[in-house]
């Protein structure tokens, strides 16, 4: 089983997982042609993917999702509350999931779940093939046990690490948003990440990247600096998503 980032942050997301004959894209952030160019840096064919899993209808997570469903033929997974923004829907074949309700495409099983987020109705997605799992946490204002419960005993997890919290505080945002963002249902900072983490962190673990950092309102040494804390490891062990380069493949064995 293996991952790769195509990038992460407010500007697009998309990652891709794959395992023995099928390989899913969760979220399409980037425009049809950006798509396309990163999917080749990373080896794949556009119609090469069996799914797209959406997280939830932010501009950045789905922006391109109907384009590329469209123009590829791709089936579309999201959940009641996400469909109802997707737009351009028509001739696009979508699944409509549970926020709690596992399912199988191909050789992945995905097991979805609620997080809170200001969206209708946001999911994130544990993704395993039968004996390794990867816990995929990008868009979440607070940490729930049900969350802690899901991402456990995962042998990879990609997870938020929005902000840092006092660079967020003395950012030029308006204080609106800053508000939002720091709200349980905004987005995760790099201590609320650190602390997660620490909650489900065990042996097995092979892989933690940090993703959907902000450009303005954080740093990746900062990200790493916090999730290395929580595991008690070298901070060069914790990878981080790129914006513009993503991530390359990542093995689970």
């Given at each position: ?8 942050g407010?500007q ?9 004959g ?22 794949v ?122 660079l ?31 909650r489900?962190?065990?042996?097995g ?14 740093r ?5 600096a ?28």
């Amino acid at each position: 089983m293996r991952f790769a980032s195509l990038g992460s942050g407010s500007q697009g997301n998309a990652l891709l997982v794959s395992a023995g004959g099928t390989t899913l894209m969760v979220d399409c952030g980037f425009g049809l042609r950006d798509c396309s160019a990163r999917l080749e840096r990373l080896g794949v064919a556009p119609d090469a993917l069996d799914a797209i899993l959406v997280t939830h209808e932010h501009g950045d997570h789905i922006g391109g999702v109907s384009r590329f469903a469209a123009r590829h033929g791709t089936p579309v997974w999201l959940t009641h509350g996400t469909v109802r923004h997707l737009e351009d829907a028509a001739g696009i074949d979508v699944r409509v999931i549970s926020g709690y309700t596992r399912f199988a495409i191909g050789d992945l099983e995905i097991a979805p779940f609620p997080v809170p987020h200001d969206a209708s109705e946001p999911a994130q997605f544990v993704i395993g093939d039968g004996s390794r799992r990867l816990g995929v946490l990008t868009d979440a204002g607070s940490v729930t046990q049900h969350m802690v419960q899901m991402l456990s005993g995962c042998q990879g997890l990609f997870l938020e690490c929005n902000h840092d919290e006092a660079l967020l505080r003395s950012s030029s945002y308006p204080q609106s948003l800053i508000e939002r963002v720091a709200s349980d249902w905004g987005h995760l900072s790099n201590t609320s990440a650190g602390e997660l983490l620490r909650r489900v962190a065990h042996g097995g673990l092979q892989h933690v990247v940090a993703a959907h950092l902000s450009q303005q309102n954080n740093r990746p040494d900062l990200a790493r600096a916090a999730l290395a804390d929580a595991l008690g490891c070298a901070s060069d062990w914790i990878a981080v998503a790129d914006q513009a380069a993503g991530l390359d493949w990542r093995h689970i064995t």
